[in-house]
């Protein structure tokens, strides 16, 4: 089977899989809460992306007077910073975060808290308990080659670790999610497929 049509073959029986996994929409979002990394409105990006780097993980929520009021990504950082040639030292993050944020409470329910980032094209909420700020929920999605097929996934990831969008098994972070693709999902077949090897 030629490479291309293999991969093409794993992403479809992947997302075959994907439709077996449950998720109560009734539950609680506190569940999924994760602890973000949190920053002040004047640190730099390039502390906030070392933050990043160190924690393995896409995101930071902004605070001023204990409240979030901005999220940072990945992406805010290449298409804000490096794309407009900006010096990670001398930015802070309040010049190129997303803001406002939008805040649930966390009796909200994975099914309305899911509503409402497809709604607001928003991966990530804050989440808060009365005026305390608890974290961040974020949607787990899987994504096509092309942006009008993209698949979303009505999934909240883990609080702890990241969902593989194969087979659902929880893992540590991104760098061990890529290497469970690779090992289980991927390599496994490509072998078996092109070079007729056993892993």
């Keep these: 089977m030629p490479f291309g049509k293999l991969i093409s073959k794993k992403l479809q029986d992947g997302i075959g899989k994907l439709s077996e996994i449950k998720i109560d929409v009734a539950e609680h979002v506190s569940k999924f809460v994760q ?17 990043m780097s160190d924690r393995k993980t896409g995101a930071a929520v902004v605070i001023q007077d204990s409240e979030p009021i901005g999220i940072i990504t990945e992406w805010d950082i290449l298409s804000r910073l490096v794309a ?15 803001s406002p944020v939008t805040v ?26 009365g005026k305390k700020f608890l974290g961040i929920i974020t949607l787990s ?7 009008d097929r993209s698949i979303q996934l009505a999934m909240l990831e883990p609080s702890k670790g990241v969902r593989c969008p ?33 892993p």
Excluded: W
């Design 35 to 51: 602890s973000p990394i949190q920053l002040t409105v004047n640190q730099s990006v390039k502390d906030a992306a070392k933050m």
């Design 104 to 129: 649930v409470s966390s009796e909200t329910t994975v099914g309305d808290a899911i509503s409402l980032m497809m709604e607001k094209g928003h991966r990530r909420l804050a989440v808060k308990e």
């Design 84 to 98: 407009r040639g900006k010096d990670a030292d001398r930015t802070t993050v309040k010049e190129i975060m997303s």
């Design 166 to 198: 194969y087979c659902g098994s929880i893992l540590k972070d991104r760098e061990e999610m890529s290497n469970h693709i690779d090992r289980v999902h991927i390599r496994e077949e490509v072998l078996q497929g092109i070079h007729g090897m056993n």
């Design 141 to 147: 999605q899987v994504v096509g080659n092309q942006k």
